[in-house]
């Protein structure tokens, strides 16, 4: 059909997009670079199935550093199938706000804690 048609050649092109601007990553040396590109184009690709969508982020993943998904990586992707799409009703925002510059300063003294070993 003309609509199934019209959806391929959208894909296609999202997809070429992708593809011709993946090597800009790394002259302009964007965050994750080709690595972040890949992997947010399959979250987005597999959007409207979750299974399928965490398949895909470890297939980028595997492809785009050439190793095995790490601990990290298994626990993102067991969030990311338990999430059940739908927005909690603990209003958390400014916590979670607080969290990530917290968690980078922890994640910055563990680091200096381990160069000094």
Request: aromatic share 14%; proline share 3%.
């Amino acid at each position: 059909s003309r609509v199934r048609k019209e959806k391929i050649k959208a894909f296609l092109l999202q997809i070429l997009s992708v593809l011709v601007f993946l090597p800009d990553t790394e002259g302009i040396h964007c965050d994750y670079a080709s690595e972040g590109i890949l992997i947010i184009t399959a979250l987005y690709i597999g959007l409207n199935n979750r299974f399928y969508q965490v398949l895909l982020f470890l297939l980028a993943y595997m492809v785009t550093t050439g190793e095995q998904p790490g601990l990290f990586i298994l626990v993102a992707a067991l969030c990311m199938l338990a999430y059940n799409g739908k927005r909690g009703t603990a209003h958390l925002k400014y916590d979670f706000y607080a969290f990530y510059p917290l968690h980078l300063f922890i994640l910055y003294l563990v680091d200096l804690a381990l160069l000094r070993i």
